[in-house]
């Protein structure tokens, strides 16, 4: 057990639709990432948040947006879904901004029908 | 080309084996090396960290890596069956606006058969 929670762990959904992911930092972690993973892409890189604040964005779609809030839990919102969005989405944590050791959460695996 | 390359396997092999995964990157500014672990449907777990060149040990693993040669490696001794599972190689550029991503491989598939 990395000590990083994602709720929930599996969410269906219909196209269209909007879902919002949950995750909650290991105890002292500041930094929270959001991670995307599918068959055909791998595991890649969408957003970091460190203390409340945007670090870093990666190969993030313009329907998804992140937040961290001052408790540091964050939440990953997945709007107009569509059937390619399917796929485990994964919430890391660390302690600083960059250079850190990251530890993953569980997932979430989103299925859009 | 991807920036990190890893060979997605499967790799079989007995119980008792030394496996050996591998991966080449191409962005020379990568400075931090990971393993990561992650068994069916689960989240990956870390297993080793590095820094630049050189070898790191940790029990039955070893990471190696050679930024000469853009090339690092991950060696499990005395393979068990609970090392099955998909090995994943990440890393991170100490500059620049990429400060804080991990790029990672597609994943190594490794199966040890009793």
């Known amino acids: 057990d990395s000590g990083v929670t994602q709720t929930p762990k599996h969410l269906i959904t219909a196209t269209g639709q909007r879902v919002t992911l949950r995750c909650s930092p290991r105890?002292?972690?500041?930094?929270v990432y959001w991670y995307q993973q599918s068959l055909d892409q791998g595991l890649q890189f969408l957003i970091q948040?460190?203390?409340?604040?945007?670090?870093a964005k990666g190969n993030i779609l313009e329907r998804f947006s992140a937040q961290q809030f001052p408790d540091l839990h964050s939440e990953l919102n997945l709007s107009s879904l569509e059937l390619g969005d399917s796929a485990l989405y994964f919430c890391?944590?660390?302690?600083?901004?960059?250079?850190?050791?990251?530890?993953f959460g569980p997932g979430t695996r989103l299925t859009v029908l | 080309q991807k920036e990190v390359e890893q060979d997605p396997g499967p790799l079989s092999v007995p119980e008792g084996a030394i496996v050996s995964l591998n991966c080449t990157y191409s962005?020379?500014?990568?400075?931090?090396f990971m393993w990561y672990r992650q068994y069916s449907r689960k989240g990956p777990e870390l297993l080793m960290y590095?820094?630049?060149?050189g070898n790191k040990e940790d029990g039955r693993f070893t990471a190696q890596v050679d930024k000469s040669s853009k090339y690092i490696s991950l060696f499990i001794r005395d393979s068990q069956p609970s090392d099955s599972a998909t090995y994943l190689c990440?890393?991170?550029?100490?500059?620049?606006?990429?400060?804080?991503?991990?790029?990672f491989g597609r994943g190594t598939q490794l199966t040890v058969w009793p």
């Open positions: 890391a944590s660390s302690v600083g901004d960059r250079l850190n050791e990251q530890f």
């Open positions: 105890s002292g972690d500041l930094s």
């Open positions: 948040y460190y203390n409340g604040e945007e670090r």
């Open positions: 962005n020379s500014a990568f400075q931090y």
């Open positions: 590095t820094y630049s060149s």
């Open positions: 990440a890393m991170e550029s100490d500059r620049g606006s990429t400060l804080g991503r991990l790029y």
